[in-house]
């Protein structure tokens, strides 16, 4: 059992950065893929980026890539997804999420959810 908890969450405006955080708990949190998730209202979830245990592999989204960041930290247990240059369109409510297997772009590939945190960037 993973249990997952999101923050970092916020309003910025349109090229700025936040930084969103997942702190996981549980005996084996740091031996599953970790991803993240969002979902914007009226759309559905959509798949962010990933990041392998052990950290050895990273994968993104066309649509970050090049300016969100995901990375790890199998001490402390988190996973923080490093926003840059922001655009409204990426305003949604980011799931953080826990999978045993690599490489899934789809939800039905993880296990565990966080309750998410919602990103709002203004134009």
């Known amino acids: 059992q993973v249990q997952l908890v999101e923050s970092g969450g916020g309003l910025v405006q349109t090229g700025g950065s936040l930084r969103l955080s997942c702190a996981a708990s549980g005996r084996t949190a740091s031996r599953y893929t970790m991803g993240w998730f969002r979902q914007a209202p009226g759309k559905e979830r959509e798949f962010v980026a990933a990041?392998?245990?052990?950290?050895?592999?990273?994968y993104y989204a066309d649509s970050v890539k090049g300016r969100f960041t995901i990375s790890r930290d199998d001490v402390k247990n988190t996973v923080d997804l490093q926003m840059n240059s922001l655009k409204p369109e990426d305003t949604a409510v980011y799931y953080c999420a826990a999978g045993s297997t690599w490489l899934h772009t789809s939800g039905s590939g993880y296990t565990y959810w966080g309750q998410g945190t919602q990103v709002t960037v203004s134009s």
């Open positions: 990041i392998r245990w052990s950290a050895r592999s990273t």
